[in-house]
Nanobody, 116 residues
Framework: QVQLVESGGGLVQPGGSLRLSCAASGSAFSIYTMGWHRQAPGKQRELVATIPRRGSINYADSVKGRFTISRQNGENTVDLQMNSLKPEDTAVYYC??????????WGKGTLVTVSS
């Protein structure tokens, strides 16, 4: 079993920045991919960015050029640097992990509010 804990959400003004972090823990597991999804009020959950153990990083078109996903080699963490934030980025952001057996795990989410 894998546990995911997010941190770093909060209130920020339009044009501001926030950095989200997610730490994975649990019994021995391998990581196939980690990433972030978000769900705005009244909308479906959507992919924000993913970073696989091997392969290319993927971003939603709406965040390209503003958000950067990263992982430290050998660490079970994933960060999301969010710049030039817009009100439409307001959402609950969820950390997501797919392990080596293709099991999906989700964090409880962290709220990001972009408002003046």
């Amino acid at each position: 079993q894998v546990q995911l804990v997010e941190s770093g959400g909060g209130l920020v003004q339009p044009g501001g920045s926030l950095r989200l972090s997610c730490a994975a823990s649990g019994s021995a597991f391998s990581i196939y991919t980690m990433g972030w999804h978000r769900q705005a009020p009244g909308k479906q959950r959507e992919l924000v960015a993913t970073i696989p153990r091997r392969g290319s990083i993927n971003y939603a078109d709406s965040v390209k050029g503003r958000f950067t996903i990263s992982r430290q080699n050998g660490e079970n963490t994933v960060d999301l640097q969010m710049n030039s934030l817009k009100p439409e980025d307001t959402a609950v952001y969820y950390c997501h992990l797919i392990d080596g057996t293709y099991m999906n795990y989700w964090g409880k989410g962290t709220l990001v509010t972009v408002s003046s």
